[in-house]
């Protein structure tokens, strides 16, 4: 497998891991945040500064999953206050705030960016191969971890908020506990993924976090199937490797993007392979048929 391939790979792994993160914060527990990328930018100027300065580079990875957390802890107790489009209008001005704030602190290089340093584990030096596998790894766990809190009291109570939180209010659900709880959650899983970009790019801007990002993380989980976790996987996947092939078209990126988006909105909302979405139901037929005609043959 050539480097070309790897590359990709490593990228779509990371964006992979963004896209389940946003959808925590979405897609199960219903808030509508639209600045991803800015929690992201926390997590890679976090632990690029860490490691820059002499620091592990797994430490600088976990640093980087508390700065985000700590920064979407803050995130959650806003939303108490803000429903819907407000709520969505303030993550969209944070992403701006922070984008602002990279290009112009001298400790995040500024308008310069920051140079990264790729790290050595046990006295192999990490490439995009690396990368990617260390990603998968992390996304597997993740995904396992999600079926485990889907299936907890946890998760049955941010369905719940997710269906009516006036109505999980009033059976004595903390709306707002779980509500924070997950900006925690999924901020730190951007930082992680921000973190582990930074590395395996050896550069970072300020222009990398942009609210384009946002949108690209969001495009994936809609597209795919918000609220469910191979969604995300999917929408990850396709929207990596979207732009290779339509690479005559680069600088349309975010037009293409907005465009699926606004066409998945209103056509397909369950997305590609989400909740009861038209492919889903085709493939349910489809296997229930060849079922039946094997139980008749029998």
Known sequence: MNAYLFSILATAAIFILLALSLNIITGFAGQAMMGQAAFFGIGAYTAAIITTNGGNFWLALLCGMVVSGLFGAGLGVISMRLQADFLAITTIGINFVMVALFNNMKITGGSLGLTVSKPTVFGIKFGNREFFIMTTILIVI??????????????????????????????GINVHKYQILTFIIGTSIAGLAGGIYAHRMGFIASSDFAFTVSIEILSMVVIGGIGTIRGPIVGGILLSFLPEVLRFADNYRSLVYGALLVLMVRFMPEGLIG????????????????????????
């Open 142 to 171: 993740l995904c396992l971890l999600i079926v485990k809190m889907k299936r907890s009291w946890f998760g049955m109570a941010l369905a719940s908020i997710n269906n009516d939180a006036g109505a999980a209010a009033s059976f």
């Open 275 to 298: 909740i009861n979405s038209p492919l889903v139901r085709l493939f349910t037929r489809l296997f229930k048929g060849q079922k039946s005609s094997e139980g008749g043959a029998a």
